[in-house]
């Protein structure tokens, strides 16, 4: 099992000094990673940062732990973009980045007020061609693409990514929905989530996903299953209990996680500085 922080990048996360400073905080407290949200807006007036910028400036506050977005919704953003940004993103943390990707939500209206489809199927389709596209472009290779929502003429991405064979990629999904984890397991991880974003999932979702993953992932290669959940700085045993619960049902990776409308910013700083549930 390994550790990260995950926050938000918006209310007191949105400025790129305070997550970097965060980010090498969690460092220097022995956690294994620090991922952040990506949203264009929340439904509410409230500051937020572009997540790319932000882990950029992580990047450069830290020399050990992963970071990356969790998750990037890549029906809203250009496929090719994300690729540039990702590999040179990755060549500045020297091969520490993981993309998060999945459809995306409306729940804060990021979809319905900037025109975005708002059908999931659609959005799927969109996902299935974009990484398509961003793992082609990865290679270094010549690449063309032609799809119904994505057209690629001939080119060629470089440099490539630092990582081999490719950087990590963890698809999001709600669970018990199927389909989105028949797509994650044919790539390195997943981000399993409930309906209810203030609801962690529980070592019982956690190890029914896990059997799931085994009975449909042909690849032979590692797979991370990524949960997230809240632990108290101030009853470690406790903490490394609900921690230990996760990673005897199959999770690799445990996110402390925080909800900026229900803990204060200096509170989750002091977690941070805690360090992880070993």
Excluded at 54 to 68: F, K, S, V
Excluded at 193 to 216: H, R, W, Y
Excluded at 224 to 247: F, H
Aim: glycine residues 8%.
């Amino acid at each position: 099992m390994r550790y990260a922080i995950d926050t938000p990048q918006f209310g007191p996360y949105s400025h790129p000094r305070v997550l970097a400073e965060l980010a090498h905080e969690a460092e220097d407290s022995g956690w294994d990673g620090f991922f952040i949200w990506d949203h264009i807006n929340v439904g509410w007036p409230d500051p937020v940062a572009d997540p790319w910028i932000a882990l950029a400036a992580m990047a450069c506050a830290t020399q050990r732990i992963r970071i990356g977005p969790l998750v990037t919704p890549l029906p809203r953003r250009a496929p090719w973009k994300v690729a540039r940004e990702a590999v040179t993103l990755d060549q500045l943390s020297n091969g520490r980045l993981v993309l998060g990707l999945g459809l995306g939500g409306d729940w804060f209206g990021e979809i319905s007020k900037f025109d975005g489809p708002t059908d999931d199927r659609v959005r799927g389709a969109m996902l299935d061609e974009g990484l398509a596209i961003v793992t082609g472009l990865w290679s270094g290779e010549n690449f063309s693409f032609a799809g119904k929502h994505y057209q690629v003429k001939e080119t060629r991405f470089l440099p490539p990514p630092v990582q081999k064979p490719r950087i990590p990629i963890w698809l999001a999904g709600t669970w018990p929905k199927k389909k989105p984890f028949r797509r994650a397991v044919r790539f390195d991880g997943t981000v399993p989530m409930s309906a209810d974003i203030e609801k962690p999932l529980t070592s019982g979702d956690v190890k029914e996903l896990a059997q799931f993953v085994a009975a449909n992932r042909a690849i032979q290669a590692p797979f991370d299953i990524v949960v997230a959940g809240e632990t108290p700085a101030d009853d470690k045993r406790r903490a490394r209990d609900l921690a230990a619960s996760y990673a005897d049902a199959g999770a690799t990776w445990y996110l402390e996680s925080t909800l900026p409308w229900k803990q204060p910013f200096d509170d989750f700083r002091r977690r941070i500085a805690a360090g992880p549930p070993k």
